[in-house]
């Protein structure tokens, strides 16, 4: 299957003595300013930006004869006193181990649930769910995450 390039392939203008153009290139979109390449995003990242442009000038009540503010909001520009993004597991991106290898297994014939077991072995709940397969102990993804759903419908045994 083939993705046909958007029809634009380039557009330019002028703000001031400033010529501004964006130009698609290669499965991305690329603003130059003034003859310099600035930066370039594939397509689904000028949607998302032009999503939130459009958030936050919806936001906003502003004539035609206003100057925009185009600073971002102070929730944008505060420090979270939480991270943003929660850390990466310990081991994402290492190779797998004979020893992360058994203690996934061991954890899994348990019955813990993927993400018990991710955190357990400090890997993502993608990556550990590929491993069961990979080691033959579930036969496909999708099995894997029919039983992780029937884990987690489970209640917990207050015996264990």
Do not use: C
């Amino acid at each position: 299957m083939s993705i046909k390039p958007p029809q634009l392939q380039s557009m330019s203008w002028t703000t001031g003595s400033t010529v501004y153009e964006l130009r698609y290139e290669k499965e991305v979109f690329s603003l130059h300013v003034a003859g310099s390449r600035v930066f370039a995003m594939p397509m689904a990242d000028w949607r998302i930006l032009a999503h939130i442009v459009d958030i936050l000038d919806s936001s906003r009540t502003v004539s035609d004869t206003e100057e925009k503010d185009i600073s971002p909001p102070a929730a944008i520009t505060e420090t979270p006193s939480q991270p943003a993004v929660p850390a990466k597991p310990a081991n994402m991106g290492a190779r797998w181990t004979e020893l992360h290898d058994k203690e996934l297994a061991a954890l899994w014939f348990r019955g813990a649930t993927l993400q018990q077991t991710a955190e357990g072995i400090g890997r993502t709940v993608a990556s550990v769910a590929s491993r069961l397969v990979a080691l033959d102990i579930v036969e496909d993804t999708e099995a894997v995450y029919v039983e992780n759903h029937t884990r987690k419908q489970k209640k917990p045994d207050r015996n264990s």
